[in-house]
């Protein structure tokens, strides 16, 4: 089955430099890659998502890339702002079917 | 706007007890999924199901089972709560090969 890896666990940047998550998939046949975010106590919520016909796509501060031959996918927050410290989980869709990472905590010191 | 409801928040019950957790969707969803989030390890595919009374084994099913008798509900059951089981339960709805929405979550501690 699916395997996703998410690295690092924790991330701690300054407000305003930028902050770079990855994940790497095992199965060739994924064809959908979501990025959800979490705040504490809250239910995660998607902020970005690209498919496999797609190398990347942006929106705002947020971009992903996607390198279907090495199957790693990257998550791009620029200019990091104290309201993005969250934990962020990438997933992997195979067979409909999501298969998460085990998640990032970010933490923006301001 | 997608709205996910869970029955409780909040759930505190006694190892051995039969334990029902509820996730209703409203957006007419043929997808639901029943997830359990524990720190450093993700969240975890316990069941899903694709239509009415179709379900089909997530990565960690031992322990749970599951209901979906109407299109906008799907159940989680846990037949004889252990102690293992303490976690945080998150359900989701999406449409076939599309986002999953999340609810709120229910936290569910057996002692």
């Known amino acids: 089955g699916e395997n996703v890896e998410q690295h690092p666990s924790t991330l701690s940047v300054q407000e305003g430099d930028s902050a770079v998550i990855k994940c790497t998939y095992s199965?060739?046949?994924?064809?959908?890659f979501p990025w959800y975010k979490q705040e504490l106590g809250k239910r995660p919520q998607l902020i970005i998502d690209i498919r496999s016909n797609v190398g990347e796509k942006k929106d705002q501060r947020i971009a992903v890339t996607l390198n279907k031959t090495a199957k790693h996918f990257s998550l791009h927050i620029t200019e990091t702002q104290p309201e993005d410290s969250a934990v962020y989980f990438c997933a992997a869709m195979l067979t409909g079917k999501l298969i998460f990472g085990q998640g990032t905590t970010l933490q923006v010191k301001p | 706007d997608v709205k996910v409801t869970q029955s409780s928040r909040y759930l505190v019950k006694r190892t051995g007890e039969k334990v029902f957790l509820e996730c209703v969707q409203d957006m007419d969803h043929e997808n639901m999924f029943w997830y359990r989030q524990d720190p450093g390890l993700g969240l975890r595919l316990i069941y899903f199901?694709?239509?009415?009374?179709?379900?089909e084994k997530g990565d960690i099913p031992e322990g749970y089972s599951v209901s979906r008798e109407k299109k906008e509900r799907f159940s989680l059951i846990l037949e004889s709560a252990s102690t293992n089981q303490t976690s945080m339960y998150l359900c989701?709805?999406?449409?076939?090969?599309?986002?999953?929405?999340f609810g709120p979550g229910t936290r569910l501690t057996v002692t």
């Open positions: 199965d060739s046949a994924s064809n959908y």
């Open positions: 989701a709805s999406s449409l076939p090969s599309y986002e999953q929405y």
């Open positions: 199901s694709y239509d009415v009374k179709m379900k």
